[in-house]
T-cell receptor, first 112, second 108 residues
Framework: NAGVTQTPKFQVLKTGQSMTLQCAQDMNHEYMSWYRQDPGMGLRLIHYSVGAGITDQGEVPNGYNVSRSTTEDFPLRLLSAAPSQTSVYFC???????????FGSGTQLSVL | GIQVEQSPPDLILQEGANSTLRCNFSDSVNNLQWFHQNPWGQLINLFY???GTKQNGRLSATTVATERYSLLYISSSQTTDSGVYFCAVGRGAQKLVFGQGTRLTINP
């Protein structure tokens, strides 16, 4: 099993550009989420989903959109990139409320 | 929302030493997990431990849910234990909230 797969690993954008960070898991997990990690800070939740067709906002949702059309995929869209969105982004998934959370390898995003 | 506080923020030890990391949380939870982020940025789940004690090799964790804290013990530290340790808490199917982490440096 591949686990949680994120692409790309690195990305550089110009201010105002849009892009989609891809996340896929092959563990049939219902719960998926996106976090961002900034230097010296913990992980902050952007958006999460408890199943296909269901999404909700986390702590820092502004500037990001998500959708969950399948159990496997949970893409994160940056609508109009800003320098404040320079960060490392992690996708994570778990099978249910009482199960371990597994992370992808991260995407390092720089917005110039 | 739930507040999570980890201590100490930084810890520097010699190889072979033991360490205790603490996670305090502000409200009742039924989901608590510990993670290790290695120097390459990879996040590894160490324990799912909403209550009680678990052990995995040199690592063990104890959560006292009624007193709202959890402890992560690392015995006989190795340089590969270096990195940042995070705890994350939540209730039911709701989102997990992460602490700020403890940065552990193990010197040879």
């Amino acid at each position: 099993n591949a686990g949680v797969t994120q692409t790309p690993k690195f990305q550089v954008l110009k201010t105002g550009q849009s892009m989609t960070l891809q996340c896929a898991q092959d563990m049939n997990h219902e719960y998926m989420s996106w976090y961002r990690q900034d230097p010296g800070m913990g992980l902050r939740l952007i958006h999460y989903s408890v199943g296909a067709g269901i999404t909700d906002q986390g702590e820092v949702p502004n500037g990001y959109n998500v959708s969950r059309s399948t159990t496997e995929d949970f893409p994160l869209r940056l609508l109009s990139a800003a320098p404040s969105q320079t960060s490392v982004y992690f996708c994570a998934s778990r099978g249910g409320a009482g199960e371990k959370l597994f992370f992808g390898s991260g995407t390092q995003l720089s917005v110039l | 929302g739930i507040q999570v506080e980890q201590s100490p923020p930084d810890l520097i030890l010699q190889e072979g030493a033991n360490s205790t990391l603490r996670c305090n949380f502000s409200d009742s939870v039924n989901n608590l997990q510990w993670f290790h982020q290695n120097p390459w940025g990879q996040l590894i789940n160490l324990f799912y431990i909403p209550s009680g004690t678990k052990q995995n090799g040199r690592l063990s964790a104890t959560t006292v849910a009624t007193e709202r804290y959890s402890l992560l013990y690392i015995s006989s530290s190795q340089t590969t234990d270096s990195g940042v340790y995070f705890c994350a808490v939540g209730r039911g199917a709701q989102k997990l909230v992460f602490g700020q982490g403890t940065r552990l440096t193990i010197n040879p």
